[in-house]
Nanobody, 124 residues
Framework: QVQLVESGGGLVQAGGSLRLSCAASGRTFTFSGYTMGWFRQAPGKEREFVAGINWRTDYADSVKGRFTISRENAKNMVYLLMNSLQSEDTAVYYC??????????????????WGQGTQVSVSS
């Protein structure tokens, strides 16, 4: 079993920055063996891929150049640095873990473990 806990969400003005963190844990969990992802879900919309990382990184087109995903395997942590935030980035952000390592999955179905989410609100 894998537990994921997100933190770092909040209210920020357009153009501002936030860094989300996700702490992963589990009794037989080897963090470095998992692909980690960030997804988001805005009200009335489907959950969408934002960024993912294993031995490489991948991003949604809408956040390329503004968001950076990183991980610290020694600490079982994954981060999402969000710069130049826009009102369209307002959503609940979820951390997710996948056992797939051949590619960075971009669909929610490819991730078997999820955190509870953290709200990011961007005011214009």
């Amino acid at each position: 079993q894998v537990q994921l806990v997100e933190s770092g969400g909040g209210l920020v003005q357009a153009g501002g920055s936030l860094r989300l963190s996700c702490a992963a844990s589990g009794r037989t969990f080897t963090f470095s063996g998992y692909t980690m992802g960030w997804f988001r879900q805005a009200p009335g919309k489907e959950r969408e891929f934002v960024a993912g990382i294993n031995w490489r990184t991948d991003y949604a087109d809408s956040v390329k150049g503004r968001f950076t995903i990183s991980r610290e395997n020694a600490k079982n942590m994954v981060y999402l640095l969000m710069n130049s935030l826009q009102s369209e980035d307002t959503a609940v952000y979820y951390c997710a873990a996948s056992t797939g390592r051949l590619r960075v999955g971009k669909t929610a179905l490819e991730y078997g473990y999820w955190g509870q989410g953290t709200q990011v609100s961007v005011s214009s």
